[in-house]
């Protein structure tokens, strides 16, 4: 069984920046997508981040593009989200999550309901 637990979440002014952290256990297999979601107060959840094996596959929302990174440390079974340039329309309670093991190769998947395990989300405010 795969767990994830996120920290790093806060409040930070515009302009700012912060990095989230996924730490994961249980099976992770290689061909797995993993990947950084976001809902608002409001809003559905949305995808931001993802990769599958290696971050050279990493694959962002529009929204974020060039200002937030995703990366891993394989040693740490850790999934990080490097967020920059901040903005309080990111305010969010963000959720790492993995899934998508058997989707054909080439894909990409930013739907939510592809992912098969999530973390318990941690929030993050952005004050204008």
């Known amino acids: 069984q795969v767990q994830l637990v996120e920290s790093g979440g806060g409040l930070v002014q515009a302009g700012g920046s912060l990095r989230l952290s996924c730490a994961a256990s249980?099976?992770?297999?290689?061909?797995?997508?993993m990947a950084w979601f976001r809902q608002a107060p409001g809003k559905e959840r949305e995808f931001v981040a993802n990769?599958?094996?290696?971050?050279?596959?990493?694959a962002y929302a529009d929204s974020v593009k060039g200002r937030f990174t995703i990366s891993r440390d394989n040693a740490k079974r850790t999934v990080y989200l490097e967020m920059n340039s901040l903005k309080p329309e990111d305010t969010a309670v963000y959720y790492c999550?993995?899934?998508?093991?058997?989707?054909?190769?080439?894909?990409?998947?930013?739907?939510?309901?592809?992912?098969?395990?999530w973390g318990q989300g941690t929030q993050v405010t952005v004050s204008s």
């Open positions: 999550a993995v899934g998508g093991r058997f989707a054909p190769y080439g894909s990409n998947l930013r739907e939510s309901r592809n992912y098969d395990y």
């Open positions: 249980g099976p992770i297999y290689s061909n797995y997508f």
């Open positions: 990769f599958r094996g290696s971050v050279s596959t990493s």
